[in-house]
Structures are given as structure tokens and as C-alpha cells.
């Protein structure tokens, strides 16, 4: 985990994050209701039953769902805001304006398969994962028969000074190790770019052995 955090900091450019458009007006109002049954719930003993657990958890659907739908029509929002801003102020250039979007737009996205938010983000990724580590099957045997395989590519190459020079991955071992995952797991459940697998590499985590393929 600190590797791939790591990586990001380095990989990724950071950006000042800026509002989005419609946030204030439809999405803050639902945001302190639902914040303000959450604090007096939480106050109230976080009673998992009753009338108040209720209120509390409708008024966060509300939000969620209000979020989600600002988050997902930005596009129309923006072009709202700016029709009004030209409508109220004649002095402002259309094409300037335009430009001014169209610069600011960089920035991470926040929607990644249909979950929106840092939290359902993450749970895309921890499934993914979960399903890519538990593609290969392995039982007690198994794991001992890799352990002897490594501690025999330890005395093979890391004790007679060879380490560096079979620290090398190439495209061939990567097919073989993929080819033995479960049938049904592609290369198009490996949702994690190259990119950031070359971070990993340069940044954090280094040569990688090649007896552990």
C-alpha cells in the first residue's frame, strides 16, 4: 500500500481542487441536514433501531444521491452557470470564458465503473484485487513447493554474486505467469495501467527476482 501511495505522489500532478458547479446550491443543503441528524444520532447513543436511525440514514441517502447527480452532470451545470454569467454581466466574452473551462477541466476524475467518491472508488479496487490475488488457486503443498522454489533460486543466483543480473522481468514471464491464472481471468481484469506499474517499478518498489514468476 505505501508503494503504490508512494507512486501516486510521484506519478500523478497535483492540483488545487476547485468547487463544482451546482455543489453549493443543490448538494449543501442536504450535506448539513444529513450532517446534522448523523451528530444527533451519534449523540443519541447510535441506537441501531427507531425512529431516529431512520431519519438519519434517509437524509444520507438524500445527500449520496444529490452528490452523485451533481457529480455526474457537470457538463450541464458548467454551461448553466455560464449562460447565466453572461446573461448577468455583457462586459464577459463568450470565447474567453470557454477557454477559462476548458483549462480548469484537468483534474482527477471522480467516477471510476459507476461508483463515485474516494470510499467507492476504493471499493473498486479492493475488489479487483481480491479477485486478482485469489485467481491462483494454492493449498499447503503449494505454498511449500514456492518456498523451496525460492530458497533454491536464492542459492542459485543471490549467493554466487548473479542477484542483478537475473533481476529481469520480460514480456515472456509476464505471459506465463498470467497464463496460469484461473480460466475466465484475462488481461482485461488487470484494470491497473502500465503507467502506474512503471511508477511502482521506478519509484518504489525496484527490480523484481525473476524466480518468483
Not at 471499493?123 to 514456492?146: K, M, R, T
Not at 533454491?152 to 491464472?181: M, N, Q, W
Request: proline content about 3%.
Amino acid at each position: 500500500m505505501n508503494a503504490i501511495i508512494s507512486s501516486a505522489e510521484r506519478a500523478i500532478r497535483k492540483q488545487r481542487k476547485r468547487a463544482l458547479a451546482g455543489w453549493s446550491e443543490y448538494v449543501s443543503p442536504y450535506k448539513e441536514k444529513a450532517m446534522f441528524w448523523h451528530r444527533i444520532w451519534s449523540d443519541s447513543g447510535r441506537a441501531r433501531h427507531g425512529w431516529l436511525h431512520s431519519l438519519m440514514l434517509s437524509t444520507k441517502r438524500e445527500y449520496k444521491r444529490v452528490s452523485r447527480w451533481v457529480v455526474r452532470n457537470q457538463d450541464r451545470l458548467m454551461a448553466c452557470r455560464m449562460s447565466d454569467s453572461l446573461s448577468t454581466n455583457k462586459s464577459r466574452d463568450l470565447w474567453s470564458e470557454i477557454k477559462r473551462i476548458k483549462e480548469g477541466v484537468q483534474r482527477r476524475t471522480n467516477i471510476v465503473d459507476g461508483r463515485v467518491g474516494e470510499s467507492e472508488i476504493c471499493d473498486v479496487f479492493h475488489d479487483g484485487y481480491e479477485h486478482l490475488y485469489q485467481s491462483v488457486p494454492s493449498d499447503q503443498s503449494e505454498l511449500e513447493e514456492l518456498q523451496r522454489e525460492l530458497s533454491a533460486g536464492v542459492d542459485r543466483t543471490c549467493k554466487v554474486g548473479l542477484c542483478y543480473c537475473d533481476h529481469v522481468i520480460s514480456p515472456r514471464d509476464i505471459e506465463f505467469a498470467v497464463r496460469k491464472l484461473k480460466p475466465g481471468i484475462s488481461m482485461a481484469s488487470l484494470f491497473v495501467g502500465v503507467n502506474v506499474y512503471d511508477a511502482c517499478w521506478t519509484y518504489s518498489i525496484g527490480p523484481v527476482p525473476r524466480f518468483f514468476i
